[in-house]
Protein backbone atom coordinates (compact mmCIF):
# COMPACT_ATOMS: atom_id res chain seq x y z
CA UNK A 1 0.00 0.00 0.00
CA UNK A 2 1.23 3.68 -1.12
CA UNK A 3 2.07 5.09 2.04
CA UNK A 4 3.04 9.13 2.02
CA UNK A 5 6.27 10.31 2.89
CA UNK A 6 6.31 11.69 6.63
CA UNK A 7 7.99 15.22 6.45
CA UNK A 8 9.32 16.14 9.56
CA UNK A 9 8.72 20.12 10.11
CA UNK A 10 11.38 20.75 12.59
CA UNK A 11 13.88 19.64 10.16
CA UNK A 12 12.41 21.61 7.61
CA UNK A 13 12.76 24.67 9.62
CA UNK A 14 16.27 23.98 10.45
CA UNK A 15 17.57 23.38 7.30
CA UNK A 16 15.34 26.22 5.38
CA UNK A 17 15.92 29.33 8.12
CA UNK A 18 15.03 32.32 6.08
CA UNK A 19 17.97 34.17 4.57
CA UNK A 20 19.23 36.41 1.24
CA UNK A 21 19.33 33.47 -1.95
CA UNK A 22 23.53 33.51 -2.34
CA UNK A 23 22.68 31.79 -5.90
CA UNK A 24 21.43 34.30 -9.04
CA UNK A 25 20.35 33.01 -11.72
CA UNK A 26 22.98 32.11 -14.79
CA UNK A 27 22.53 33.91 -18.51
CA UNK A 28 24.01 31.47 -20.44
CA UNK A 29 26.16 33.30 -23.07
CA UNK A 30 26.28 31.93 -26.54
CA UNK A 31 29.41 33.10 -28.94
CA UNK A 32 28.42 32.16 -32.06
CA UNK A 33 31.65 32.36 -34.40
CA UNK A 34 31.98 32.49 -38.30
CA UNK A 35 32.31 34.75 -41.29
CA UNK A 36 30.68 36.80 -43.73
CA UNK A 37 31.31 34.89 -45.98
CA UNK A 38 30.78 31.47 -44.34
CA UNK A 39 27.52 29.91 -46.36
CA UNK A 40 27.71 27.18 -43.25
CA UNK A 41 27.29 29.66 -40.96
CA UNK A 42 23.79 30.22 -41.65
CA UNK A 43 23.22 26.72 -40.78
CA UNK A 44 24.13 27.52 -37.48
CA UNK A 45 22.08 30.43 -37.17
CA UNK A 46 19.18 28.86 -38.19
CA UNK A 47 19.81 26.43 -35.19
CA UNK A 48 20.45 28.81 -32.65
CA UNK A 49 17.16 30.62 -33.94
CA UNK A 50 15.42 27.41 -33.16
CA UNK A 51 16.61 27.29 -29.28
CA UNK A 52 15.98 31.07 -29.47
CA UNK A 53 12.53 30.70 -29.60
CA UNK A 54 12.25 27.92 -26.89
CA UNK A 55 13.04 29.77 -24.02
CA UNK A 56 12.61 33.30 -22.57
CA UNK A 57 14.61 36.29 -24.12
CA UNK A 58 16.61 37.23 -20.96
CA UNK A 59 17.76 33.86 -20.34
CA UNK A 60 19.99 33.93 -23.23
CA UNK A 61 22.47 36.59 -25.05
CA UNK A 62 23.70 35.42 -28.96
CA UNK A 63 26.21 37.52 -30.18
CA UNK A 64 27.76 36.75 -33.44
CA UNK A 65 31.64 37.17 -33.74
CA UNK A 66 33.10 37.51 -37.59
CA UNK A 67 36.68 37.54 -38.64
CA UNK A 68 38.17 37.81 -41.67
CA UNK A 69 34.89 40.05 -42.74
CA UNK A 70 36.29 43.39 -43.56
CA UNK A 71 34.25 45.89 -41.29
CA UNK A 72 33.29 43.79 -39.50
CA UNK A 73 36.77 42.52 -38.20
CA UNK A 74 39.56 44.60 -36.01
CA UNK A 75 42.15 43.61 -33.98
CA UNK A 76 40.41 42.53 -30.72
CA UNK A 77 37.60 40.70 -32.41
CA UNK A 78 40.62 38.30 -33.52
CA UNK A 79 41.80 37.75 -30.56
CA UNK A 80 38.57 36.50 -29.24
CA UNK A 81 39.56 33.56 -31.91
CA UNK A 82 42.81 33.15 -30.86
CA UNK A 83 41.29 32.74 -27.21
CA UNK A 84 38.90 29.85 -28.00
CA UNK A 85 41.42 28.61 -30.48
CA UNK A 86 38.28 28.78 -33.19
CA UNK A 87 40.19 28.04 -36.61
CA UNK A 88 37.02 26.57 -38.41
CA UNK A 89 33.92 28.12 -38.74
CA UNK A 90 30.66 28.08 -37.58
CA UNK A 91 31.49 27.18 -34.05
CA UNK A 92 29.21 28.32 -31.41
CA UNK A 93 30.68 27.94 -27.43
CA UNK A 94 28.48 28.14 -24.72
CA UNK A 95 29.47 30.03 -21.77
CA UNK A 96 32.97 29.59 -22.91
CA UNK A 97 32.87 25.74 -22.04
CA UNK A 98 30.94 23.83 -24.93
CA UNK A 99 31.88 23.92 -28.26
CA UNK A 100 29.47 22.98 -31.24
CA UNK A 101 31.01 22.98 -34.24
CA UNK A 102 29.42 22.09 -38.10
CA UNK A 103 26.61 22.39 -39.75
CA UNK A 104 24.62 19.04 -40.12
CA UNK A 105 20.92 18.40 -39.35
CA UNK A 106 21.89 18.07 -35.43
CA UNK A 107 22.97 22.11 -35.86
CA UNK A 108 19.77 22.99 -38.44
CA UNK A 109 17.13 21.97 -36.22
CA UNK A 110 19.11 23.06 -32.82
CA UNK A 111 19.20 19.86 -31.07
CA UNK A 112 23.43 19.80 -30.70
CA UNK A 113 22.45 23.37 -29.38
CA UNK A 114 19.71 22.47 -26.86
CA UNK A 115 22.10 19.89 -25.48
CA UNK A 116 24.61 22.15 -25.31
CA UNK A 117 22.57 24.99 -23.40
CA UNK A 118 21.03 22.67 -21.16
CA UNK A 119 23.92 22.01 -19.48
CA UNK A 120 23.67 25.39 -18.12
CA UNK A 121 19.71 26.72 -18.22
CA UNK A 122 19.23 26.26 -14.65
CA UNK A 123 22.72 26.86 -13.31
CA UNK A 124 23.34 29.29 -10.05
CA UNK A 125 25.86 31.76 -10.37
CA UNK A 126 27.37 33.50 -6.98
CA UNK A 127 27.24 36.84 -8.61
CA UNK A 128 24.78 38.93 -10.39
CA UNK A 129 24.95 41.62 -12.86
CA UNK A 130 23.36 44.40 -13.63
CA UNK A 131 23.04 47.35 -16.27
CA UNK A 132 23.91 50.82 -14.54
CA UNK A 133 23.85 53.16 -17.80
CA UNK A 134 23.72 52.71 -21.73
CA UNK A 135 23.91 55.67 -23.85
CA UNK A 136 24.10 54.22 -27.61
CA UNK A 137 24.89 57.93 -28.80
CA UNK A 138 28.34 58.80 -26.55
CA UNK A 139 29.23 55.34 -26.21
CA UNK A 140 29.33 55.31 -22.30
CA UNK A 141 28.14 52.03 -20.48
CA UNK A 142 28.56 51.62 -16.85
CA UNK A 143 27.75 47.69 -15.34
CA UNK A 144 27.70 46.32 -11.80
CA UNK A 145 28.94 43.37 -10.17
CA UNK A 146 27.77 42.57 -6.90
CA UNK A 147 29.03 39.35 -5.02
CA UNK A 148 25.74 37.34 -3.58
CA UNK A 149 27.49 34.43 -1.60
CA UNK A 150 29.32 34.48 1.74
CA UNK A 151 31.62 32.47 1.32
CA UNK A 152 33.24 32.30 -2.53
CA UNK A 153 35.30 34.66 -4.48
CA UNK A 154 36.39 35.27 -7.86
CA UNK A 155 40.04 36.32 -9.13
CA UNK A 156 41.88 36.45 -12.06
CA UNK A 157 38.80 36.77 -13.82
CA UNK A 158 37.85 39.28 -16.96
CA UNK A 159 34.86 41.09 -16.99
CA UNK A 160 34.21 41.71 -21.29
CA UNK A 161 32.19 44.07 -23.24
CA UNK A 162 30.87 43.64 -26.41
CA UNK A 163 29.14 46.19 -29.02
CA UNK A 164 26.70 44.54 -30.99
CA UNK A 165 24.76 45.73 -33.50
CA UNK A 166 21.25 44.02 -35.00
CA UNK A 167 19.56 43.99 -38.58
CA UNK A 168 23.33 45.14 -40.29
CA UNK A 169 22.18 43.52 -43.33
CA UNK A 170 19.16 41.06 -44.42
CA UNK A 171 21.76 38.58 -43.89
CA UNK A 172 24.04 39.74 -41.22
CA UNK A 173 22.17 40.08 -37.30
CA UNK A 174 24.04 40.96 -33.86
CA UNK A 175 26.85 41.44 -35.41
CA UNK A 176 29.57 42.34 -32.33
CA UNK A 177 31.44 46.02 -33.29
CA UNK A 178 33.55 46.70 -30.48
CA UNK A 179 35.07 44.21 -27.74
CA UNK A 180 36.65 45.70 -24.28
CA UNK A 181 37.99 43.84 -20.98
CA UNK A 182 39.03 44.85 -17.78
CA UNK A 183 40.17 42.64 -14.84
CA UNK A 184 37.77 41.56 -11.87
CA UNK A 185 38.60 40.07 -8.61
CA UNK A 186 34.96 40.23 -6.36
CA UNK A 187 34.80 38.48 -3.34
CA UNK A 188 32.82 39.33 -0.18
CA UNK A 189 28.61 39.07 0.14
CA UNK A 190 27.28 42.26 -0.48
CA UNK A 191 30.59 43.69 -2.70
CA UNK A 192 29.52 45.81 -5.80
CA UNK A 193 31.68 46.58 -8.32
CA UNK A 194 31.27 49.31 -11.20
CA UNK A 195 32.58 48.78 -14.80
CA UNK A 196 32.60 51.57 -17.15
CA UNK A 197 33.51 50.88 -20.99
CA UNK A 198 33.37 54.15 -23.54
CA UNK A 199 33.51 53.32 -27.55
CA UNK A 200 33.94 56.23 -30.63
CA UNK A 201 30.76 55.82 -32.59
CA UNK A 202 31.43 54.84 -35.76
CA UNK A 203 29.35 56.87 -37.88
CA UNK A 204 28.36 53.69 -40.29
CA UNK A 205 26.45 52.03 -37.19
CA UNK A 206 22.81 52.14 -36.93
CA UNK A 207 22.71 53.83 -33.27
CA UNK A 208 19.07 52.66 -33.16
CA UNK A 209 20.35 48.96 -33.61
CA UNK A 210 22.84 49.40 -30.80
CA UNK A 211 22.52 46.82 -27.94
CA UNK A 212 25.81 46.17 -25.89
CA UNK A 213 26.53 42.99 -23.27
CA UNK A 214 28.87 42.26 -20.23
CA UNK A 215 30.21 39.42 -18.94
CA UNK A 216 32.56 37.81 -16.46
CA UNK A 217 35.04 35.55 -17.19
CA UNK A 218 36.91 33.31 -15.08
CA UNK A 219 40.35 32.33 -15.79
CA UNK A 220 39.55 28.56 -17.24
CA UNK A 221 37.23 30.30 -19.53
CA UNK A 222 34.39 29.70 -17.75
CA UNK A 223 31.41 32.33 -18.13
CA UNK A 224 30.05 33.21 -14.49
CA UNK A 225 27.30 35.64 -15.54
CA UNK A 226 26.55 37.93 -18.72
CA UNK A 227 24.01 40.78 -18.95
CA UNK A 228 22.78 42.94 -21.70
CA UNK A 229 20.86 45.97 -22.16
CA UNK A 230 18.11 44.46 -24.07
CA UNK A 231 14.48 44.27 -23.05
CA UNK A 232 13.58 41.88 -20.86
CA UNK A 233 10.06 40.67 -19.90
CA UNK A 234 8.35 42.72 -17.58
CA UNK A 235 7.46 39.83 -15.36
CA UNK A 236 9.19 36.30 -15.88
CA UNK A 237 10.17 33.76 -13.42
CA UNK A 238 13.95 32.34 -13.19
CA UNK A 239 15.53 29.88 -11.27
CA UNK A 240 19.03 29.19 -9.91
CA UNK A 241 20.22 25.80 -9.09
CA UNK A 242 23.38 25.24 -7.12
CA UNK A 243 23.18 21.68 -7.89
CA UNK A 244 23.27 18.86 -10.54
CA UNK A 245 19.70 18.52 -11.63
CA UNK A 246 20.86 14.98 -12.80
CA UNK A 247 20.30 13.47 -9.17
CA UNK A 248 22.53 10.30 -8.33
CA UNK A 249 21.70 8.42 -4.70
CA UNK A 250 23.05 5.24 -3.57
CA UNK A 251 20.42 3.79 -2.06
CA UNK A 252 16.74 3.99 -1.56
CA UNK A 253 15.25 5.68 1.45
CA UNK A 254 14.58 9.42 1.92
CA UNK A 255 16.73 12.32 0.14
CA UNK A 256 16.76 16.25 0.97
CA UNK A 257 18.25 18.18 -1.55
CA UNK A 258 20.21 21.45 -1.22
CA UNK A 259 18.12 24.22 -1.47
CA UNK A 260 17.38 25.97 -4.87
CA UNK A 261 16.25 29.09 -5.59
CA UNK A 262 13.18 30.52 -7.65
CA UNK A 263 12.83 34.07 -8.74
CA UNK A 264 10.09 36.43 -9.79
CA UNK A 265 11.67 38.81 -11.86
CA UNK A 266 10.26 42.28 -12.85
CA UNK A 267 7.12 42.22 -10.68
CA UNK A 268 5.49 41.23 -7.72
CA UNK A 269 3.01 39.10 -7.46
CA UNK A 270 1.52 35.23 -6.86
CA UNK A 271 3.45 31.92 -8.03
CA UNK A 272 2.26 28.69 -8.28
CA UNK A 273 4.38 25.59 -7.54
CA UNK A 274 3.52 21.89 -8.28
CA UNK A 275 5.89 18.47 -8.91
CA UNK A 276 5.27 17.54 -12.30
CA UNK A 277 5.88 13.53 -12.60
CA UNK A 278 7.24 12.39 -16.13
CA UNK A 279 8.11 8.59 -15.20
CA UNK A 280 8.18 7.91 -11.36
CA UNK A 281 8.39 4.11 -10.24
CA UNK A 282 5.01 3.47 -8.31
CA UNK A 283 6.96 3.61 -4.73
CA UNK A 284 8.65 7.09 -5.45
CA UNK A 285 6.86 10.16 -3.55
CA UNK A 286 8.53 13.50 -4.49
CA UNK A 287 7.11 16.25 -1.97
CA UNK A 288 9.25 19.72 -1.30
CA UNK A 289 9.90 22.33 1.30
CA UNK A 290 9.83 25.80 1.40
CA UNK A 291 11.91 28.82 3.14
CA UNK A 292 9.44 29.88 5.13
CA UNK A 293 9.68 26.00 6.69
CA UNK A 294 6.42 25.20 5.04
CA UNK A 295 6.29 21.53 3.46
CA UNK A 296 3.94 20.60 0.79
CA UNK A 297 2.53 16.96 -0.96
CA UNK A 298 4.55 17.27 -4.53
CA UNK A 299 1.21 16.34 -6.78
CA UNK A 300 -0.74 19.65 -4.51
CA UNK A 301 -0.74 23.21 -6.58
CA UNK A 302 0.07 25.70 -3.58
CA UNK A 303 0.41 29.40 -3.94
CA UNK A 304 3.39 31.74 -2.56
CA UNK A 305 3.06 35.33 -2.55
CA UNK A 306 6.37 36.91 -3.73
CA UNK A 307 7.67 40.37 -4.19
CA UNK A 308 9.08 42.15 -7.38
CA UNK A 309 12.79 40.39 -8.11
CA UNK A 310 12.21 38.30 -4.62
CA UNK A 311 14.02 34.87 -4.42
CA UNK A 312 11.96 31.83 -2.53
CA UNK A 313 14.01 28.81 -1.55
CA UNK A 314 12.99 25.39 -1.84
CA UNK A 315 14.53 21.79 -1.35
CA UNK A 316 13.33 18.49 -2.92
CA UNK A 317 12.22 16.32 -0.39
CA UNK A 318 12.06 12.68 -2.13
CA UNK A 319 11.09 9.18 -0.89
CA UNK A 320 12.32 6.12 -3.10
CA UNK A 321 10.83 2.77 -2.22
CA UNK A 322 13.27 1.09 -4.69
CA UNK A 323 16.08 1.23 -7.09
CA UNK A 324 15.42 2.88 -10.49
CA UNK A 325 15.71 6.14 -12.60
CA UNK A 326 12.60 9.13 -12.30
CA UNK A 327 12.07 12.15 -14.17
CA UNK A 328 9.87 14.79 -12.63
CA UNK A 329 9.50 18.29 -13.58
CA UNK A 330 9.21 20.87 -10.62
CA UNK A 331 6.60 23.40 -12.08
CA UNK A 332 6.36 27.34 -11.39
CA UNK A 333 3.55 29.21 -12.51
CA UNK A 334 2.25 33.25 -12.55
CA UNK A 335 -0.64 34.73 -14.00
CA UNK A 336 1.61 37.24 -15.73
CA UNK A 337 4.62 35.33 -16.52
CA UNK A 338 5.50 31.84 -18.93
CA UNK A 339 5.55 29.20 -16.92
CA UNK A 340 8.81 27.26 -16.09
CA UNK A 341 10.10 23.61 -15.42
CA UNK A 342 13.27 22.55 -14.19
CA UNK A 343 13.42 19.40 -15.18
CA UNK A 344 14.86 16.42 -12.33
CA UNK A 345 16.26 13.47 -13.18
CA UNK A 346 17.19 10.90 -10.23
CA UNK A 347 18.83 7.75 -10.20
CA UNK A 348 18.86 5.34 -7.19
CA UNK A 349 21.41 2.32 -6.83
CA UNK A 350 22.88 0.79 -9.34
CA UNK A 351 20.85 1.02 -12.46
CA UNK A 352 23.50 1.94 -15.00
CA UNK A 353 22.46 -0.88 -17.32
CA UNK A 354 18.33 0.53 -17.29
CA UNK A 355 19.77 4.26 -17.26
CA UNK A 356 19.05 5.39 -21.05
CA UNK A 357 21.51 8.87 -20.59
CA UNK A 358 24.76 6.69 -19.48
CA UNK A 359 24.60 5.19 -23.03
CA UNK A 360 26.45 7.19 -25.81
CA UNK A 361 24.09 9.05 -26.47
CA UNK A 362 24.67 11.40 -23.54
CA UNK A 363 28.35 12.25 -25.07
CA UNK A 364 28.84 15.36 -27.09
CA UNK A 365 31.89 16.56 -29.88
CA UNK A 366 31.74 19.36 -28.74
CA UNK A 367 34.55 20.73 -31.10
CA UNK A 368 36.81 18.95 -32.88
CA UNK A 369 40.26 21.09 -33.86
CA UNK A 370 42.25 21.92 -35.62
CA UNK A 371 39.89 21.42 -38.77
CA UNK A 372 42.06 21.40 -41.41
CA UNK A 373 44.63 19.86 -39.35
CA UNK A 374 48.25 18.64 -39.91
CA UNK A 375 48.45 15.52 -38.48
CA UNK A 376 46.77 15.42 -35.32
CA UNK A 377 43.74 16.57 -34.00
CA UNK A 378 41.68 16.98 -30.86
CA UNK A 379 38.36 15.83 -30.04
CA UNK A 380 36.81 17.87 -26.82
CA UNK A 381 33.69 15.39 -25.43
CA UNK A 382 30.58 16.28 -23.24
CA UNK A 383 29.85 13.41 -21.15
CA UNK A 384 26.13 14.11 -19.29
CA UNK A 385 27.60 10.80 -16.85
CA UNK A 386 31.03 10.05 -15.50
CA UNK A 387 31.63 6.18 -16.11
CA UNK A 388 30.39 6.30 -19.31
CA UNK A 389 32.38 4.45 -22.29
CA UNK A 390 32.10 4.16 -25.77
CA UNK A 391 34.32 4.47 -29.24
CA UNK A 392 34.48 7.57 -31.90
CA UNK A 393 35.32 6.24 -35.40
CA UNK A 394 37.47 7.98 -38.02
CA UNK A 395 36.01 6.71 -41.62
CA UNK A 396 37.51 8.53 -44.78
CA UNK A 397 35.35 9.43 -47.95
CA UNK A 398 34.84 5.89 -48.94
CA UNK A 399 33.10 5.20 -45.75
CA UNK A 400 36.10 2.55 -44.65
CA UNK A 401 36.83 3.08 -41.32
CA UNK A 402 41.08 3.79 -40.77
CA UNK A 403 40.75 4.51 -36.95
CA UNK A 404 38.84 3.70 -33.30
CA UNK A 405 39.53 5.64 -30.60
CA UNK A 406 38.08 3.81 -27.42
CA UNK A 407 36.85 6.28 -24.90
CA UNK A 408 36.71 4.68 -21.32
CA UNK A 409 35.93 5.90 -18.21
CA UNK A 410 34.90 9.28 -19.27
CA UNK A 411 34.42 12.12 -16.63
CA UNK A 412 31.43 14.14 -15.97
CA UNK A 413 31.52 17.40 -18.29
CA UNK A 414 34.56 18.02 -20.70
CA UNK A 415 37.16 15.28 -21.67
CA UNK A 416 39.97 15.26 -24.17
CA UNK A 417 41.38 12.93 -26.71
CA UNK A 418 43.50 13.16 -29.57
CA UNK A 419 43.78 11.38 -33.43
CA UNK A 420 46.95 11.27 -35.21
CA UNK A 421 46.81 10.87 -38.41
CA UNK A 422 50.31 10.97 -39.48
CA UNK A 423 50.34 7.73 -41.42
CA UNK A 424 47.29 8.85 -43.36
CA UNK A 425 47.06 10.45 -46.47
CA UNK A 426 45.45 14.35 -47.02
CA UNK A 427 41.97 14.63 -47.66
CA UNK A 428 38.03 14.08 -45.89
CA UNK A 429 37.87 12.16 -43.17
CA UNK A 430 34.48 11.57 -40.87
CA UNK A 431 33.92 10.55 -37.10
CA UNK A 432 31.07 9.23 -35.40
CA UNK A 433 30.10 8.51 -32.29
CA UNK A 434 28.92 4.43 -31.85
CA UNK A 435 25.62 3.97 -31.32
CA UNK A 436 24.95 7.58 -32.06
CA UNK A 437 24.05 9.83 -35.41
CA UNK A 438 26.78 12.43 -33.66
CA UNK A 439 29.19 12.85 -36.48
CA UNK A 440 31.32 15.46 -38.44
CA UNK A 441 33.54 16.09 -41.18
CA UNK A 442 37.38 16.66 -41.25
CA UNK A 443 39.90 17.78 -43.55
CA UNK A 444 43.61 17.06 -43.76
CA UNK A 445 46.18 19.24 -45.36
CA UNK A 446 49.72 19.09 -45.21
Known sequence: MKHLLIILFA????????????????????????????????????????????????EII?????????????????????????????????????????????IADGSLYRDALNQFRYLASPIKMAVQSANHATGDYSFRVSMLHPGQSIEDAAIRFYLVEKSVTEDLD???????SQPITISGEGTNLDFNFNVSPDPAWNTANLWALAFVQASNKTVLQAISTQPAPESQIRVAVPFDIDIRVLEPGSFFSPLFYVYKMGTAGTISTVVEPVDLPEDWFVNYCDVDGFCYPGGTVYEHEMGANEAKA??????????????????ISSADAETYRIPFRM????????????????????????????????????????????ELGIFNSRGQK?????????????????????????????????????SGKLLRLR
Open 11 to 58: LCLSLLAAQNAPYYPTTTLIENFGASWCLACEVAQQGLDVISSEVQAS
Open 62 to 106: VPRLLTESGDYSFPEMDERFSYYEVLGFPAVIFNGKIRVNGSDEP
Open 174 to 180: DIVRNVQ
Open 314 to 331: FDLNVYTGSEGVGLFNFV
Open 347 to 390: SVGNVSNQDPTSAPAAISVTSAWPNPFQNAVKFDLQSAKAGVST
Open 402 to 438: VANIPLHNLQQGINQVSWDATDLPNGIYFYRLKNSNI
